[in-house]
């Protein structure tokens, strides 16, 4: 009898009895079989539901099998499927019958869609923590060796994936590393490092180095890549003395591929394999790839090595670092500055002021602040944003003093920019460069630049000015803002531009949750009712706007009054 009938059968009895509890499990499993995709779905996310009430021995028996000729579905139902299954040992009577969900995994694993063979992957690597190294040996083994020998190159993916979980023999996937489908020695690759971390170092000398070499060899750069993650975790392993003769060549070939995808891995890698080769090596080696990686002609590469600039030279050796990055480094970085892509300007952006903090005060004001300066003025707001964001790490080198004379300027020339686009960009950025440099240091020198916002002639401007004021008032407290930014804007209502009378309101809409009921009450709802007798029919539509939205934050015997007020001007 199917798992299906026995279970509406079961549904049945139960009813017979008043006990109707087993009837939605009986609907859920139909609704394995059903056409609507979401039905199957949402019943493959309650799988776990279907198996409690099953018991641990049908679910072995029946629930298993049945998912196990269902395989043939949607992709998004076998995700779900291969995920669920991953969670499956105790409802299958815990890890003594742990291996009872294989034969479903295995059959996901070897399916065309890659999102479902990797959970499926995934899922048994998961279980197969819970098998005896008995089971192992006796259920995993097999499966492992099954999959490697597939017809399929999904099955063979697959397989490459769950040597790393056991001590097996490395005959399968060494054919798996030359294994005549490119995606099964792209498998291979990615997953080589993983499994030399099992092995015996011996074994990693004799036989994983052999492979490594030969991946990173491959015809196709789409191997060849992957096979640079491996370069990391093998150069992990090895001692000091093995790493010039095992490993360099191979990596000295991959920095100076044909291929801008593998010279790119390398360069997003760079870190990680300067960790792993040691200060000798990265001396001799390592700083002359990294300087023909921030030349490269391909600006993908340059804009990834660009990126690990202060990482670099952050772990170079200490007793010549500054020496290094002088003399090799930072003429490539004064290269960059001026870029012709503007992704290689903006990665190099958001590091380079790291570097203040490595070279010290000196060198900083002489070699580095121009260029911050060229990168405050570059044409991309990216570039702009990223310098201004990592303003605190020069700050604390060379102090706020020293920042004012020289970058400030600068952003100060932006904010009166005749481009109301590029106004808009430093806008933008001022809470945070605020954050940066304190409130007295701001009210010394920016705040009056804020307030010239608001009466632009750009609306955009001084919408964005609006909002920059609540922004500043969130970061600097509400007694700040009575003090500096209120009176000044309230002033604002008796200008005779309607516009800047417009922006009053607009502004004390923006202010009053941010500035509290106390602000809000006693300084602007008087100027706000003031400014329902304006001449400008515009202005008084919008005070009514004001009323109602500072409403909530008013103390509440002026509600009364302000409901009253919005009553008469509905009559109006």
């Given at each position: 009898?199917?798992?299906?009938?026995?279970?509406?059968?079961?549904?049945?009895?139960?009813?017979?009895?008043?006990?109707?509890?087993?009837?939605?499990?009986?609907?859920?499993?139909?609704?394995?079989?059903?056409?609507?995709?979401?039905?199957?779905?949402?019943?493959?996310?309650?799988?776990?539901?279907?198996?409690?009430?099953?018991?641990?021995?049908?679910?072995?028996?029946?629930?298993?099998?049945?998912?196990?000729?269902?395989?043939?579905?949607?992709?998004?139902?076998?995700?779900?499927?291969?995920?669920?299954?991953?969670?499956?040992?105790?409802?299958?009577g815990?890890?003594?019958?742990?291996?009872?969900?294989?034969?479903?995994?295995?059959?996901?694993?070897?399916?065309?869609?890659?999102?479902?063979?990797?959970?499926?992957v995934?899922?048994?690597?998961?279980?197969?923590?819970?098998?005896?190294?008995?089971?192992?040996?006796?259920?995993?083994?097999?499966?492992?060796?099954?999959?490697?020998?597939?017809?399929?190159?999904?099955?063979?993916?697959?397989?490459?994936?769950?040597?790393?979980?056991?001590?097996?023999?490395?005959?399968?996937?060494?054919?798996?590393?030359?294994?005549?489908?490119?995606?099964?020695?792209?498998?291979?690759?990615?997953?080589?490092?993983?499994?030399?971390?099992?092995?015996e170092?011996?074994?990693?000398?004799?036989?994983?180095?052999?492979?490594?070499?030969?991946?990173?060899?491959?015809?196709?750069?789409?191997?060849?890549?992957?096979?640079?993650?491996?370069?990391?975790?093998?150069?992990?392993?090895?001692?000091?003395?093995?790493?010039?003769?095992?490993?360099?060549?191979?990596?000295?070939?991959?920095?100076?591929?044909?291929?801008?995808r593998?010279?790119?891995?390398?360069?997003?890698?760079?870190?990680?394999?300067?960790?792993?080769?040691?200060?000798?090596?990265?001396?001799?080696?390592?700083?002359?790839?990294?300087?023909?990686l921030?030349?490269?002609c391909?600006?993908?590469?340059?804009?990834?090595?660009?990126n690990?600039?202060?990482?670099?030279?952050?772990?170079?050796?200490?007793?010549?670092?500054?020496?290094?990055?002088?003399?090799?480094?930072?003429?490539?970085?004064k290269?960059l500055?001026?870029?012709?892509?503007?992704?290689v300007?903006?990665?190099?952006?958001?590091?380079?002021?790291?570097?203040?903090?490595?070279?010290?005060k000196?060198?900083?004001?002489?070699?580095?602040?121009?260029?911050?300066?060229?990168?405050?003025?570059?044409?991309?707001p990216e570039?702009?944003?990223?310098?201004?964001?990592?303003?605190?790490?020069?700050?604390?080198?060379?102090?706020?003093?020293?920042?004012?004379?020289?970058?400030?300027?600068?952003?100060?020339?932006?904010?009166?920019?005749?481009?109301?686009?590029?106004?808009?960009?430093?806008?933008?950025?001022?809470?945070?460069?605020?954050g940066?440099?304190?409130?007295?240091?701001?009210?010394?020198?920016?705040?009056?630049?804020?307030?010239?916002?608001?009466?632009?002639?750009?609306?955009?401007?001084?919408e964005?000015?609006?909002?920059?004021?609540?922004?500043?008032?969130?970061?600097?407290?509400?007694?700040?803002?009575?003090?500096?930014?209120?009176?000044?804007?309230?002033?604002?209502?008796?200008?005779?531009?309607?516009?800047?009378?417009?922006?009053?309101?607009?502004?004390?809409?923006?202010?009053?949750?941010?500035?509290?009921?106390?602000?809000?009450t006693?300084?602007?709802l008087?100027?706000?009712?003031?400014?329902?007798?304006?001449?400008?029919?515009?202005?008084?539509?919008?005070?009514?706007?004001?009323?109602?939205?500072?409403?909530?934050?008013?103390?509440?015997?002026?509600?009364?009054?302000?409901?009253?007020?919005?009553?008469?001007?509905?009559?109006?």
């Amino acid at each position: 009898m199917s798992l299906l009938v026995c279970l509406f059968g079961i549904s049945k009895m139960a009813g017979a009895d008043g006990d109707d509890s087993l009837y939605p499990i009986a609907v859920l499993i139909d609704e394995l079989r059903n056409e609507d995709v979401q039905l199957r779905l949402n019943s493959i996310k309650k799988l776990s539901t279907i198996a409690l009430a099953l018991g641990v021995e049908r679910t072995r028996t029946e629930l298993l099998p049945f998912l196990t000729d269902t395989i043939y579905d949607e992709d998004e139902v076998l995700l779900a499927l291969a995920e669920q299954l991953g969670n499956f040992t105790m409802l299958v009577g815990g890890p003594e019958y742990v291996h009872c969900l294989l034969p479903p995994l295995e059959s996901l694993a070897t399916v065309e869609e890659t999102v479902v063979r990797d959970k499926a992957v995934e899922s048994l690597r998961k279980i197969s923590q819970e098998h005896s190294p008995v089971d192992l040996e006796v259920h995993f083994e097999p499966l492992v060796k099954r999959l490697a020998s597939g017809d399929w190159f999904t099955s063979r993916t697959s397989a490459c994936g769950l040597f790393s979980v056991f001590m097996y023999d490395d005959m399968h996937f060494r054919t798996l590393c030359s294994d005549d489908t490119p995606m099964v020695r792209r498998a291979a690759a990615s997953k080589l490092g993983e499994f030399a971390k099992v092995l015996e170092l011996d074994y990693v000398k004799s036989d994983i180095i052999s492979l490594f070499t030969a991946l990173a060899s491959d015809e196709q750069d789409s191997v060849r890549l992957l096979a640079v993650e491996a370069c990391v975790s093998i150069a992990t392993l090895l001692p000091q003395e093995d790493l010039e003769t095992l490993v360099m060549p191979t990596l000295r070939q991959a920095a100076e591929d044909k291929s801008w995808r593998v010279r790119y891995m390398v360069a997003d890698k760079f870190s990680e394999l300067q960790k792993a080769v040691g200060p000798e090596i990265t001396k001799n080696d390592l700083v002359p790839a990294f300087q023909n990686l921030l030349k490269d002609c391909e600006a993908e590469v340059r804009a990834a090595a660009a990126n690990k600039v202060k990482e670099f030279c952050e772990n170079l050796p200490e007793d010549n670092r500054e020496q290094i990055i002088m003399t090799h480094i930072l003429p490539c970085v004064k290269e960059l500055v001026s870029d012709t892509n503007q992704h290689v300007k903006s990665a190099l952006a958001s590091v380079i002021m790291g570097l203040s903090t490595i070279l010290g005060k000196d060198n900083t004001i002489e070699h580095l602040l121009p260029l911050f300066l060229a990168q405050l003025k570059d044409e991309c707001p990216e570039v702009r944003l990223n310098i201004i964001s990592n303003l605190d790490c020069v700050n604390e080198v060379i102090g706020i003093r020293q920042l004012s004379q020289s970058l400030l300027p600068a952003i100060v020339e932006l904010a009166e920019d005749a481009k109301w686009r590029v106004r808009l960009a430093i806008i933008e950025y001022m809470p945070l460069l605020a954050g940066q440099l304190g409130v007295e240091f701001f009210d010394e020198k920016l705040n009056t630049l804020c307030m010239a916002w608001l009466i632009d002639h750009v609306y955009a401007i001084r919408e964005a000015a609006t909002c920059n004021l609540m922004k500043l008032v969130e970061k600097f407290g509400a007694e700040w803002a009575q003090n500096t930014i209120v009176p000044k804007v309230l002033g604002m209502a008796n200008d005779p531009n309607y516009l800047h009378r417009m922006t009053t309101l607009f502004c004390i809409n923006a202010l009053s949750e941010a500035c509290g009921q106390d602000i809000t009450t006693k300084q602007m709802l008087p100027v706000v009712l003031k400014m329902s007798n304006d001449q400008v029919a515009n202005v008084r539509f919008n005070v009514a706007k004001s009323l109602q939205k500072i409403g909530p934050v008013l103390d509440s015997k002026y509600v009364v009054f302000v409901i009253a007020k919005l009553d008469v001007f509905y009559l109006q």
